[in-house]
Structure formats: C-alpha cells, structure tokens
C-alpha cells in the first residue's frame, strides 16, 4: 500500500468529471476555499497546535520527497476537530477542464491533507489504546481493594467469633460462682443451727437460774392471752412468708425472662455475624437484616428500661421489707424480752420466735442474694449492649467502605464504556477517511477472506500456515502466508479471519451497497481456488438465516431502504438479470428449461455504451418488487447453474456466476433521477489438473476457467502498468467486466484462502494476484444523476 504512487493523476479523466467532481468545493475558488478553512480553523490557541489552514501552503512543494519530509514534521503538531475530519472528509477537489497539472494539485494536496489526518487519527487511537490499559489496571486495582475488604471482613467475623466463645465462657463461670454460692449459703444455714442450739442451752441454763416462778404462774392468764396474740401474730407471718415466697417465684420468672432476652440477643449478634460473613453478595438483603437488628436493639433497650423499672420498683418493695422487718425485729425483741421472765411456762412461744427468727433471716439472706443477681444482670445486660453498639459500628463501617468501593467501581465502568465508545467512532471515522483515499485515488477495493477449516482438512496435523499480525498498523487489515519456513506478509482494505461471521462481512461492504441506491456502478466479485469459500460469501445458505450470503442480504438491504426513501418523495424502479460464463459461453439463466434446451445454441452478445452501460442481447431481464421475487429467482439459479464434483470439492461451481441489479430512481419533488447499478459476481475457482483429478467434460471446463482468470490476470497487470492497450476483448469474463475494472465504478474484490497447508501454494497466488489488483488505479467513480424535464416523467412502482 505504501509504495503506491499517489502524485500519478487519474487515467482518462473527462469533461464532466472535472465539472461534476468538486461536490466538497462547490463554486468556490481555490484560494478562497483556503481563507474560509484558515478562518475557520487557524486562530491564536493556548497550545503548540497548528492551523489547520497552514496545511493549504504547502502546495509549493514539488518533489514527493520534500512533501514526506514536510509532512513528518508537522504532522507531530497539527491537531483536528471532528467538525475539521467531517469538513475535510466532505471537501471535493475542484476539476478544470483540460487543466491537468492543476486537477492533479488539487487531488495531491487534499491526498496530502488526509495523510495528515490520518497520522493524527492513529496517534490518537494509540493514545486511546492507553488510555483503556490505564482503565483496566485501575480496574484491577479496585478489584484487588475490594478483596481486601472481604478478607478483612472475614478476619472481623472471626473476632466476633471469639468475642462470642469468650462470653460463654463468662456465662459458664458465672453459673459456677452461683452454684458456690449456693454451697455457701447451707454452711451459714448449718451455722445459724448449730448457734440457735447454743443459745438454747444458755437459755435453758437461765431458766434453771430463774427464780420468778411464783410471779409467772400469778401471770400465766396473761401469758397465755398475750400467746393467743403472738398465734395471730405468727399466722399473719405465715401470710407475709407466703407473699415473700410469691414474689421470690416472681423474682425467679423474671430472672428466666432476663436470661431469655439474654439469649435472644446472642441470638441477634449471631445474626449480625452472618449478615456480615454474606455482605458483599446480598447487600438488598444485608440492609433489611440491619433494620431487623436495630429494630432488635431497640426491643433490648426497651426490655432494659423495663427490667431497670422492674429493679427499682424491687428496690422499693426490699425497703418496705426491711421497714417491715425491722419493725418486725423490735417488736419481736419486745416480746423475747417478755418471754424470757415466764422462758420455763413459755417454752413452746420461744421455740416459734426462733423458727420466726430464722425464717426471717433466710428471707434476708434470699433477698440479698436476689439483689446480686439482679446487679449481676444489670451488668451482663449492660456488656451485652456495648457489644451490640460495637457490632452496629462495624456494620455502618463496612457498609460505608462497600458503598466506596462500589461507587469507584461504577465510575470505573463508566470511564472503561466511554473509551470503548470513543474506540468505535475512531474506528468509523478511520473507515471513512479510508473509503474517502481509496475513491480519490480510484483503486479497486480487496478484502480477504479466510475459510474456517474443514472435518476433512489436515490443518490440525501440520503447523498453521496462515498467521494475523496483531500491530496497529496492521490489525484487521493484515495477513501472514508461510510456505516453507518464509513468511509473506500482505495488506488489504480488510482482512476476516476464520471465525467472521457473514454479517461481520456484510457490515464492511454495507455502505457500498448502499452507493447503488445513489446512482453509482457498483461490483462486487470473489476470487480464489477451488473449495475457498467464494460460493458460500456470495450466496450463503438460504435455510440458516445467519449464514445467508452478500447476494441476499445486500438485496434486503436495498429493499429496506428504498421503502424508508418512500417518505422523502424517492420512487424506484428495479430489474433484474442473472448469467453464467460456462466454457466461453453466456447461458441465461432466467430462461424456462423448456426453452432452455431449445436456445442451447444461442449466441449472446456484450455491449458496452458511451456512458459505460453494459447490455447483453437477448438476456432475460425481470421487474422485481419484493425480496421474495429476488429469493425465487435467486434459487431458479442456483437450479440452472453448471456445477459438478472433483476431488477438491464435492459440488465445484463450473462457471463464473454474474448477478446484475439495475435500479433507476426518481425523486418527484426535485425531479433529481439516478441511475445504479449492482453486479455481484462469483467466479469459477482456480485449479489444478493435478489436484482435481479432472477428465472428460470436466478437463474442458478446468481449462476453459483457467483461461479466463488467466486473461483477468493479464487485464490486471496492464491496468497496474498503465499500458494503453488493456486486453479486455480476450475473454467474454474480462469483457463483460470492463466498465468495473476500467470505468468509473465502485470495485470491490473478495479473495478466498483456504487454511490447508496443502494449498498453500494456491493461496500464495491469489493473495499477489490481490494485491495488484489493490495497486490498481481505474478511476474516480461518478454518480449517474440527471435533472428529469417536466414533460418526459416514467412511472415507477
């Protein structure tokens, strides 16, 4: 592509190119077109960047050397705007009539501008690539962040782990201290037994010391009055026992209820840990365990306040308690001092003061105990509740550090789709400014296709004999053929590798197709050996929708859009005709069999026009109106084509196929009319004798196609050396492609590559082949327009 000579100016150019070309100038004159884009663009900026005007005064350059070398050095400093890209890409160079060295220029320094362009565009594409391993690490990054954060979640669940293991720990103990306690309290029981038995017996020594025993007797009616009195005095004690004991039951159900909510705050944190341990995969569902916590805490704290208000309303009934016994206590001190003068008649009374004694003292004793309980409690409850506000800390801390990571992560994701977005307008701006050089410069368009291997190919056996370089340069439009240990690199418009789909195809030629509608010549046609893949690219297969080739999904295309034209006042009219060049002869292939076999011996005749129209005489030609119309006559086609079987393919195509669309369109609110026209066209492959094992019927046919694309070679190779006579007359194929390879159309070729390493010699030869024909030059194509008169109108369906 490189070593293309592009100060050659266009072969043949004619009087209405030269008019009809500057559609980007318009009537501007050149100077002026310089000071409206110096305006426009240049100006004073705040950076080292170049007008874009000052690329304009560089016409004074004449060596092809000394413009490189200018351009080198200031390609480094200008910079462009897509309003300046879209402006340069639309400008048209304005042609004079018979003012050669001016045209050639004009087309040298807008070649010179686009080189410019297109060097900064693949700055800033390189630029772009960075920018996106940038996004990436910084992806990773955060990735790696969020990792860290999980693990040191993990280590804070295991910390409440242990927090938890060491709290039952604290239970455990406690219930051994309570069950010491216990142990304490019957030794002070068999303690106070054995000091009331004492003071018994010291009592009873003072009885036997009395010596009022006539005054007690005199007195016993008293006494015995004043025991009936103490009987009533030790029932309602009795009473009062029975109430402590309530209570004490009460007390004790309180104390289960305390435990209870005790547990089902443990149960609680457990929830917690759990929410923690799923935060980064339920975050939904970790905010709704979070409100069921808090909502938690909250029936904590108002069990707290309750059982706070149950201790001091105890506190309270303990005081009044203790009011009671100790008046209790004096009075019963009162009546032991009584009793003790009439001890020896009164026996019984003080055995039932001491038993009173002792039960009082063990109510006491049970009510100190409970008291500790509770303050035992209160301080369990209190830790219970500083662990839970610890828990709903490092709750909002987690949640507040994913929310971070979270929020990084989305902006990162932003970032990464808008450099992809602006990857793929670079991407289509890169195409257009291509499409753009290729029709200034005229050259005939290749891609390359590589079939995908084959249940019968030994590409699995040997090594890979086709590789796809992966620089910037050449990514998605280069292609490595090693034979024998040398590699051979080539460049095309566009390379597809093995694995591209048929609409990964169809979207590159989709805006050529589009360009028939327009009024431009439009062909496109596949080249390659036999069993490449050229029949399947063309016409595909019709059952599976996603395998349907560029024959009918470029007529969908016209279809759809010729119907979507309807509404800006664009009617077309559209015919259809359908060949095949077989052994030298054309066969129409539209004809009825019936009538087939009659007009076997038939001669067709091309006919080429002055405005570079072809005709064949005597060729079926079919209005068409629908995609169902092309499909049938599409598969009637197919039917009539010469195909047949040798040892490279099983169902080898025998003739070159040509597909031809005529479209003639009419807007009837400008009266504009346009004339295009689409050829699609799979020739025959090449192959060898060798190889195809072919006799009889077959060895004429193989030689009458390797004639031809012989004779296609020999076009090709006058085209590339600008001969002046171009030897189209040799074959009816190189005839009947003439206005394709020599006019003014848009040619696009296909060349067909297997991955067999045993037809590496044939894939070698089609890829030079291919690129000469990229080193081609036929011409700007023009559009077929004209301004219809008012009283000549057609009508058009």
């Known amino acids: 592509m490189a070593s293309r000579n592009q100060n050659r100016p266009p072969r043949s150019p004619s009087a209405k190119d030269g008019v009809g070309g500057g559609g980007g100038g318009g009537g501007v004159p050149l100077d002026k077109r310089r000071r409206i884009g110096a305006g426009r663009i240049g100006g004073p900026t705040s950076t080292d960047r170049k007008p874009f005007g000052s690329v304009n005064k560089r016409q004074d350059v004449t ?304 009510c100190s105990t409970q008291r500790e309980r509770i303050h035992l409690l209160e301080h369990q409850l209190t830790a219970a509740n500083e662990k839970l506000k610890m828990a709903d800390l490092s709750t909002e801390e987690a949640r507040t550090e994913f929310e971070e990571q979270r929020r990084t992560t989305r902006d990162l994701q932003e970032r990464l789709m808008e450099a992809e977005h602006q990857l793929i307008e670079g991407e289509k701006l890169r195409k257009k400014l291509h499409n753009t050089i290729l029709e200034l410069k005229g050259n005939i368009r290749v891609f390359c296709r590589v079939r995908p291997s084959l249940p019968d190919d030994s590409v699995g056996t040997e090594a890979p004999v086709i590789s796809y370089p992966t620089s910037v340069e050449t990514l998605g439009r280069g292609i490595d053929l090693i034979q024998s240990g040398q590699k051979y690199p080539f460049t095309f418009d566009k390379v597809f590798s093995h694995d591209a789909s048929q609409q990964d195809v169809f979207v590159e030629i989709s805006q050529l197709i589009q360009s028939a509608l327009d009024g431009y010549k439009v062909c496109i046609f596949a080249y390659g050996q036999t069993g490449s893949g050229k029949t399947y690219t063309m016409m595909g297969k019709t059952e599976a929708p996603d395998q349907k080739g560029l024959i009918p999904r470029s007529l969908e295309q016209i279809f759809q859009a010729s119907q979507s034209l309807l509404a800006q006042g664009w009617k077309y009219k559209m015919q259809a005709s359908m060949l095949e060049i077989y052994n030298e002869n054309i066969r129409d292939l539209l004809t009825n069999r019936s009538s087939a076999t009659e007009n076997t011996g038939k001669q067709y005749t091309i006919k080429h026009d002055a405005n570079g129209n072809t005709q064949v005489t005597d060729l079926t030609i079919v209005d068409v109106c629908s995609i169902q119309e092309i499909s049938s006559l599409l598969r009637q086609a197919a039917q009539s084509r010469s195909v047949g079987k040798t040892q490279m393919n099983e169902q080898s195509s025998r003739s070159h196929f040509v597909f031809t669309l005529r479209i003639s369109g009419v807007n009837e609110n400008t009266e504009q009319q346009v004339q295009g026209v689409l050829n699609l066209i799979d020739l025959a492959g090449s192959e060898r004798l060798s190889r195809s094992g072919a006799t009889g019927d077959r060895l004429k046919e193989t030689q009458a196609i390797n004639k031809s694309l012989s004779c296609l070679s020999d076009v090709i190779f006058a085209l590339a050396k600008k001969e002046d006579h171009v030897p189209f007359r040799n074959s009816k194929l190189t005839y009947l492609l003439q206005p394709c390879l020599g006019g003014d159309s848009k040619t696009l070729m296909f060349v067909n590559i297997s991955p067999e390493p045993t037809s590496v010699g044939e894939s070698l030869c089609s890829l030079r082949f291919a690129a000469r024909v990229n080193a081609c030059e036929i011409g700007i194509p023009r559009r077929q327009t004209t301004v219809r008169p008012v009283d000549s109108r057609l009508s058009y369906g």
């Open 63 to 366: 060596a092809s050397g000394d413009v490189g070398s200018t351009e080198g050095s200031e390609s480094e400093n200008i910079e462009f705007t897509k309003e300046e890209v879209e402006a340069l890409v639309n400008e048209k160079p304005k042609m004079k009539k018979f003012d050669h060295k001016g045209n050639l220029e004009l087309v040298n320094e807008l070649n010179n501008r686009l080189k410019l362009c297109i060097k900064w565009f693949q700055k800033r594409d390189e630029a772009h690539v960075d920018e996106q391993g940038k996004l990436r690490n910084a992806l990773q990054s955060s990735e790696k962040r969020c990792a860290d954060s999980e693990v040191e979640m993990k280590n804070k669940e295991e910390n409440f782990n242990e927090v938890i293991s060491q709290l039952r720990k604290d239970n455990t103990s406690l219930q051994e201290k309570l069950t010491k306690e216990e142990s304490e309290k019957l030794d002070a029981i068999d303690c106070h037994t054995r000091e009331k038995e004492a003071r018994i017996a010291v009592e009873t020594l003072q009885a036997s010391l009395s010596k009022e025993l006539e005054k007690a007797q005199q007195d016993i009616l008293a006494a015995n009055q004043r025991a009936t009195s103490l009987d009533d005095m030790y029932k309602r004690l009795q009473e009062y026992n029975l109430s402590l004991q309530q209570y004490n039951s009460k007390l004790h159900a309180e104390l289960e209820t305390a435990r209870e909510s005790l547990k089902r705050v443990e149960k609680e944190k457990a929830t917690i840990v759990e929410n923690l341990s799923t935060l980064r995969g339920h975050y939904s569902s970790l905010q709704d365990q979070l409100t069921l916590s808090r909502a938690s805490q909250d029936e904590a704290m108002n069990q707290k306040e309750s059982l706070v208000n149950e201790v001091k309303c105890l506190r309270g009934e303990l005081q009044q308690v203790r009011d009671d016994r100790d008046r209790q206590t004096a009075q019963v001190q009162a009546l032991t001092a009584e009793v003790l003068k009439y001890k020896e008649s009164t026996g019984k009374s003080f055995a039932e003061i001491d038993n009173l004694m002792a039960k009082t003292k063990s109510l006491e004793e049970t």
